[in-house]
């Protein structure tokens, strides 16, 4: 099973969806997914695939795409300084 | 001056998961007290408590909704479910301002609680459910039931111990009769059955073990066997109303909220003195404008401990003098346990039952008579007679003291 894969698993697990609601380009609104049920999903994630996600980087994870694709690299151990730089820009202007 | 009625009603608790079983089991002297199935107590001094039997949340919630609900949030939504189907009320949205609620809980969100720490100290886990601290705060179950049912005026949670719901229900009740509000749904709820809390209940050396008899007849409130009191889980919620609104909608009025006295004693954390609870209930004699030889019937505090029920004796007879062996006083806990935060709630509900029925619910499993509580306690039967005014004590560890009167509906 690919991140793709697992992280839509998960997130239909979570959020007690029927399987096949969750699609790769759904987003977090689509969903219903409010933010304490981020929260929930970030941590089944970290469970999942014993990692940590760093708040700036999770900040940022608003649609399953966006999820995968952070996920895919902080679990491949590439950089993520533009993550966290970007939620640091979107902190700064956010509100 | 408004005056308050109590309109709806609902209980989950071990001796009966809705108003009408819990009475029945009641006045069936039926305990609902036995060895402990949430967890394997084999280790503790104490293997009995007062438990929901038969509980499966899956049968009341959606799965969706559960992962947000700790077993004390659970039984509120139950309890307040059962309560507004009862008072056939439908709050109007203009109206939502105006209807609050408030629920004691002595002891929180103790499963979510005692599972968080057994991840974190036992299993080593590095970090904890996001939903602890939603599921596991003390106003948790007022929260959901405010939103369960629009209520969106004066609402919050109470923690005063074992006094929790008494204390919930006389501020309610106050709401509603100095114009806060014009329906307050309030009560208690707890669910303190786990090992942590057992365990550390165990070491007051104030609970009864049960050890080589009947677990369901190990409370017995003024008996000179008594041994201790016995832990329960439930919740019970009432409907309080401003009267003319009651009526305006035709409500069946279950009994009327009268008086409230709450005091503290200031003495001791866990010894309760004569003084401070005697204050309590003259409070609420004289809000309520009653004689003390006007009270028929006292829903005791009555714990089962060796302390408490002769301390309790001695306050009844300073405030009730003469009377005070003529009025009949019983203790429920004998059957459902104490239900902590909630007890105050689940035994005013009783207190009412017997105000509109005319029945008195009894001491259950008593077997001596003990000269320090030498009242007229119900002993193990049920008795008919009309009570027209009614008091339920609840006196908290720590001295918080919270009395509430009730009077036949008319």
């Not at chain 2, 408590?49 to 559960?66: C, D, I, M, Q, T």
């Not at chain 2, 189907?85 to 499963?111: D, T």
């Not at chain 2, 786990?194 to 008996?223: H, I, K, Q």
């Amino acid at each position: 099973m690919n991140v793709e894969e697992k992280v839509i698993e998960i997130i239909t697990r979570e959020q007690h969806l029927e399987p096949g609601v969750v699609k790769p380009d759904s987003t977090f609104a689509e969903l219903g997914i409010d933010s304490l049920d981020g929260v929930n999903i970030l941590f089944a994630l970290e469970e999942e695939f014993k990692i940590d996600i760093p708040d700036s980087v999770a900040q940022n994870m608003k649609s399953v795409r966006q999820v995968v694709d952070s996920l895919t690299r902080v679990i491949e151990g590439k950089d993520i300084s533009d993550l966290v730089a970007m939620a640091k820009g979107e902190a700064r202007t956010g509100n | 001056m408004r005056r308050v009625v109590i309109t709806g009603m609902g209980v989950f608790a071990s001796t009966g998961k809705d108003v009408e079983s819990f009475f029945c089991n009641l006045c069936h002297a039926k305990s609902g007290i036995g060895r402990i199935r949430q967890f394997d107590p084999s280790s503790l001094s104490v293997q009995i408590a007062a438990e929901v039997a038969g509980y499966n949340p899956e049968e009341y919630f959606p799965s969706k909704r559960l992962d947000l609900l700790d077993r004390f949030s659970q039984f509120s939504l139950i309890a307040a479910s059962q309560t507004m189907k009862s008072s056939g009320l439908e709050v109007r949205e203009e109206e939502c301002g105006r209807f609050g609620a408030v629920i004691g809980s002595g002891m929180g969100g103790a499963q979510g609680l005692d599972h968080g720490y057994h991840e974190l100290y036992a299993k080593q886990a590095t970090r904890l459910h996001p939903f602890t601290i939603p599921k596991i705060m003390h106003s948790a179950p007022v929260s959901q039931v405010c939103m369960e049912y629009g209520a969106q005026g004066p609402s919050f949670s109470t923690a005063t111990a074992c006094s929790s719901a008494g204390h919930a229900i006389g501020e309610a009740f106050h709401l509603v009769k100095f114009g806060l509000a014009d329906m307050m749904l309030a009560g208690g709820a707890d669910s303190p059955i786990t090992y942590g809390m057992m365990r550390s209940w165990e070491s007051v050396r104030v609970l009864a073990t049960g050890n080589g008899g009947d677990p369901s007849r190990a409370c017995r409130p003024f008996s000179a066997d008594r041994e201790g009191m016995v832990i329960g889980e439930g919740a019970a919620l009432l409907l309080l109303e401003e009267i003319e609104h009651a009526r305006r909608r035709g409500a069946d009025i279950w009994a009327e909220i009268v008086g409230f006295g709450m005091t503290s004693d200031a003495g001791h954390i866990t010894q309760p003195t004569v003084a401070g609870p005697a204050r309590a209930i003259r409070i609420a004699l004289d809000e309520a404008g009653v004689n003390p030889e006007e009270v028929d019937y006292i829903n005791a505090h009555g714990t089962g401990t060796r302390l408490n029920d002769p301390i309790e004796t001695q306050v009844v007879k300073e405030v009730f003098r003469d009377h005070a062996r003529r009025l009949c006083i019983s203790s429920t806990k004998s059957m459902h346990g104490h239900v902590m935060g909630a007890t105050g709630a689940v035994e005013l509900a009783a207190t009412v039952l017997a105000v509109r029925r005319g029945v008195i619910p009894p001491t259950a499993n008593y077997t001596e008579p003990d000269p320090e509580c030498d009242l007229d306690v119900v002993p193990n039967e049920a008795r008919s007679q009309p009570v027209n005014i009614a008091i339920s004590n609840s006196f908290a560890f720590g001295g918080l003291n919270a009395v509430l009167l009730v009077r036949k509906a008319n």
